[in-house]
């Protein structure tokens, strides 16, 4: 069974914000430890003293590493943002056809021009986001496969980054700690070798934009 140092500890390193307010030394660790209580409690399946979970707190605090100032560095960013609007989002299970709908796919959405496509293939799941008007192409190509879930009238937002961005420890994290502290939701996320495009609701898109565009000009 796991002790209670333990399970705080993993409490805390799943979430970037309780890392992040640790080592900042902003929480207050008995209020926090108040809030804690009934879920180490259900989880051990025994009562938790507060004290207890206090210790366990100031411990995981003071093996944190050091922690940054919140400013995003992004290697020679180039300040640049490119937005799609009107995309839609399909999952499809993976099968033995699903490399020859991928090939399909590509040859007939190449006349085109300016539409966006792009195919994720995962270990189980084939994920096909493109514009409004490929949707019955991809509706087409993929008919005789099991369609797992749809998401219509989405938005996307890619920030471009310098190559050296692959390099730079946690650049990821940063940029969507930023997203998330403005309670902005993101419905999927595609990363290239310079390209993060995050997928978002329309109403989410406006939000969005703004916070990586002070991002891209700090």
Not at 44 to 61: N, S, T
Not at 109 to 120: I, K, L, M, Q, Y
Request: aromatic share 6%; with cysteine.
């Amino acid at each position: 069974m796991l002790s209670i140092s333990t399970k705080v500890e993993r409490i805390v390193l799943e979430s970037s914000f309780l890392t992040e307010g640790l080592g900042r030394g902003l929480i207050n660790l008995s209020e926090l430890a108040r809030q804690l209580q009934p879920q180490l409690e259900t989880d051990l399946w025994k009562p938790v003293g507060q004290a207890a979970v206090v210790m366990a707190l100031r411990r995981v605090a003071e093996r944190l590493p050091p922690q940054r100032g919140s400013e995003i560095v992004l290697p020679q960013k180039t300040g640049e943002l490119t937005t799609r609007t009107e995309l839609t989002e399909f999952t499809y299970r993976y099968s033995e056809n699903t490399y020859e709908c991928h090939r399909q796919l590509l040859a007939l959405a190449e006349p085109h021009r300016g539409a966006f496509v792009t195919v994720t293939r995962g270990v189980k799941e084939v994920m096909v986001v493109c514009s409004k008007s490929l949707t019955g192409v991809v509706e087409h190509v993929f008919a005789g496969e099991r369609e797992m879930a749809r998401l219509e009238n989405l938005n996307a937002v890619t920030l471009h980054l310098n190559p050296e961005t692959c390099r730079t420890p946690g650049i990821y994290h940063a940029i969507l700690k930023q997203l998330a502290w403005d309670k902005i939701n993101l419905i999927n996320m595609i990363c290239t070798y310079t390209e993060l495009t995050i997928l978002l609701e329309k109403n989410q898109t406006g939000a969005a934009f703004s916070v990586l565009s002070r991002i891209v000009a700090s």
